[in-house]
């Protein structure tokens, strides 16, 4: 009953749904909690299944019983505002942040299948975990010294690109005294103020969109501007108007690797702009940090493997001569500056106990890249 309070309270401050007082909200709560306490990254709630928690990347199934029609709907509108339940029946479709104080946040996204409401809740832990006990690389701490540029994060859905989001906020948050604001869709972690003082905007209550927040950013006197998702044309030529103009824009991008974030961003632009855009990117990027995660060997979980790609002279050549399938050959070359492929992360993993051969071998871009570079250990 106490959760529950809080999270009344908490509902009526920041106009987030208020959950029912009924058996199906204190189901939901029990679900949510035991996901919790086994550091699952998201609950999908689907008709005919138990609960299924997704756990160091594998779906499992709950304790819980199988889920009919009606329960999967009475569950999730638990956690729904009667006008958040009308938007869902309009528009079929549904993204909100709801806020457990014992548990955390949670992102919440209704859908509808085959008629029926169903539901994918990511976990939002309560605290962030240090660049060490992450694996970020030892660069980062570097990057977020910056004062102005572009650091990009990339990689495939539930590679935690958000996490080490959040954790470089975070470092500048404990370091700096400035200004940060972030845009986000929506907002996974609520920051405290330390040194820095921080707004964080969500798409849909705060603002209409990551381009129109973006517009009115610049002119709320930040220093660091966090963007949780560069989508679109306008999104992503404002981030390099404002990394040009002296801020540091922290971004995440869906993109697999180095060389095709570059590729992506100029791809976006029509073919007249395309110029202009490589020589805006080349001149204020700071890094492109593309990861995954890797299931280990040595212990339960997943193991971070990052390739690392630093605005270097070189670097900004290449880009803005449209060279970007020299970007792997310049990685390869520039560990003196903080850079590596994702090969040679995956290769030091394995070499270390973390992960299995194999694994690397998967979780490659280039596997001939690995046997390239262990050729030497073989001599």
């Known amino acids: 009953m106490d959760t529950q309070l809080s999270f009344a309270q908490h509902g009526r401050m920041t106009g987030l749904g208020l959950p029912s007082e009924t058996n199906h909200y204190t189901r939901l709560l029990a679900a949510l909690r035991?996901?919790?306490?086994?550091?699952?990254s998201d609950v999908h709630l689907v008709v005919g299944l138990p609960p299924m928690f997704r756990i160091d990347g594998e779906l499992i199934a709950d304790t819980d019983a199988s889920l009919g029609r009606d329960d999967v709907r009475e569950l999730i509108y638990s956690l729904l505002s009667e006008a958040q339940q009308e938007e869902f029946t309009r528009d079929w479709q549904l993204c909100v942040s709801i806020f457990i104080p014992e548990l955390g946040h949670f992102r919440v996204t209704v859908y509808s299948h085959m008629g029926n409401a169903e539901a994918s809740i990511r976990v939002c832990p309560l605290s962030l975990r240090t660049p060490q006990e992450l694996g970020l690389p030892e660069i980062v701490h570097k990057l977020i010294e910056k004062r102005s540029g572009l650091i990009l994060i990339t990689g495939p859905t539930g590679s935690g690109k958000t996490t080490t989001f959040n954790c470089m906020i975070d470092?500048?948050?404990?370091q700096r005294r400035c200004k940060i604001i972030t845009v986000e869709?929506?907002?996974?972690?609520?920051?405290?103020?330390?040194?820095?003082?921080?707004?964080?905007q969500q798409v849909h209550s705060d603002t209409r969109?990551?381009?129109?927040?973006?517009?009115?950013?610049?002119?709320?006197?930040?220093?660091?501007?966090?963007?949780?998702?560069?989508?679109?044309?306008?999104t992503i030529s404002t981030a390099l108007t404002a990394a040009e103009t002296g801020h540091l824009?922290?971004?995440?991008?869906?993109?697999?690797?180095?060389?095709?974030t570059v590729d992506r961003i100029v791809d976006?632009?029509?073919?007249?702009?395309?110029?202009?855009?490589?020589?805006?990117?080349?001149s204020c990027l700071v890094a492109v940090i593309a990861q995954q995660l890797v299931p280990r060997v040595d212990a339960d979980g997943r193991k971070l493997a990052t390739e690392v790609l630093i605005g270097t002279g070189a670097v900004r050549?290449?880009?803005?001569?449209?060279?970007?399938?020299?970007?792997?050959?310049?990685?390869?070359?520039?560990r003196k500056e903080g850079m590596q492929l994702m090969e040679r992360s995956l290769l030091d993993l394995y070499q270390s106990?973390?992960?299995?051969?194999?694994?690397?071998?998967a979780h490659s871009h280039s596997p001939d890249v690995i046997q390239q570079l262990m050729a030497p250990d073989k001599k």
């Open 317 to 334: 050549s290449q880009i803005r001569e449209r060279k970007s399938n020299m970007l792997r050959s310049t990685m390869q070359t520039g």
């Open 171 to 174: 470092m500048i948050n404990r």
């Open 353 to 361: 106990g973390v992960i299995t051969y194999d694994s690397a071998i």
């Open 268 to 282: 976006v632009f029509p073919g007249d702009m395309q110029a202009q855009i490589q020589t805006q990117l080349a």
């Open 185 to 200: 869709d929506p907002v996974e972690f609520v920051h405290e103020n330390r040194l820095s003082l921080i707004v964080q």
């Open 249 to 260: 824009v922290i971004a995440t991008l869906h993109t697999p690797d180095a060389a095709q």
């Open 209 to 234: 969109s990551f381009s129109k927040a973006m517009v009115h950013i610049l002119r709320q006197d930040p220093d660091v501007i966090g963007v949780g998702e560069m989508r679109d044309l306008e």
């Open 34 to 40: 035991r996901a919790v306490q086994r550091r699952a």
